[in-house]
């Protein structure tokens, strides 16, 4: 099947910082990549989908602002949390369309 | 609005079958995925049923029944590496999918 490579797996940060997370197609070019979500014990939720080459589409609820969304070219999206905060925790987890979506292994972000 | 259904935790033995149900509410449905995924790992692809029936794959099949609202997957000769959890997910509208919360499914000795 298709991978899709995310970096970094783990981080830890002050809060008020800002942590890039990156999410590549490795051996397919995705037009659209999805970022999800996903707290202990509860399923993925859908943050935002990420369209090559123009602005990304955001769920209800969740902060434009906050969570900035680049997708500059055919195998690469990011993740941009601005000023983050502890309750901004949570396991982040990307995923890359072509007939199916494929996942990324998720990074897990700790704001101290 | 969209609601997916699941049980949280099953328990099966090894080279056992094990069924796991899920239900779903959702609008502009386009299909019914299934996903494994073990622990700090990504979500691996399992199956995907648009129309009614059982899809077979290898040791893993899976149901569906749109009338119902209804999927099942089913794994035969269970395998301790099968300890995982599996999420069913909705799909709808542009290939975007909606989780249930997923089944952690424990395979022991």
């Known amino acids: 099947g298709a991978v899709v490579s995310q970096h970094p797996s783990r981080v830890i940060c002050k809060s008020g910082t800002s942590v890039k997370i990156e999410c590549r197609s490795l051996?397919?070019?995705?037009?659209?990549m999805f970022w999800y979500r996903q707290f202990p014990k509860k399923s993925l939720m859908l943050m935002a989908t990420?369209?090559?080459?123009?602005?990304?589409?955001?769920e209800q609820g969740v902060e434009k602002d906050k969570f900035l969304i680049n997708h500059a070219s055919l195998t690469l999206s990011t993740l941009t949390v601005t000023s983050a905060h502890p309750e901004d925790s949570s396991f982040y987890i990307c995923?890359?369309?072509?007939?199916?979506?494929?996942f990324g292994a998720g990074t897990r972000l700790s704001v101290l | 609005g969209q609601n997916i259904d699941q049980p949280t935790e099953m328990t099966a033995t090894e080279g056992a079958i094990v069924q796991i149900n899920c239900t779903y509410q959702?609008?502009?449905?386009?299909?019914l995925f299934w996903y494994q995924q073990h622990a700090g790992e990504a979500p691996t692809f399992l199956s995907y049923?648009?129309?009614?029936g059982l899809e077979e794959k290898g040791r893993f099949s899976s149901f569906l029944s749109r009338s119902k609202g209804y999927s099942y997957l089913l794994l035969k000769e269970l395998q301790m590496k099968d300890s995982a959890s599996y999420l069913c997910?909705?799909?709808?509208?542009?290939?975007?999918?909606?989780f249930g919360k997923g089944t952690k499914l424990s395979v022991i000795p």
């Open positions: 995923s890359a369309l072509t007939d199916i979506q494929y």
């Open positions: 049923n648009v129309l009614d």
């Open positions: 990420s369209n090559e080459g123009s602005k990304a589409t955001y």
């Open positions: 997910a909705a799909g709808a509208g542009s290939y975007q999918l909606t």
């Open positions: 959702t609008s502009g449905f386009n299909g």
């Open positions: 051996d397919f070019q995705a037009t659209t």
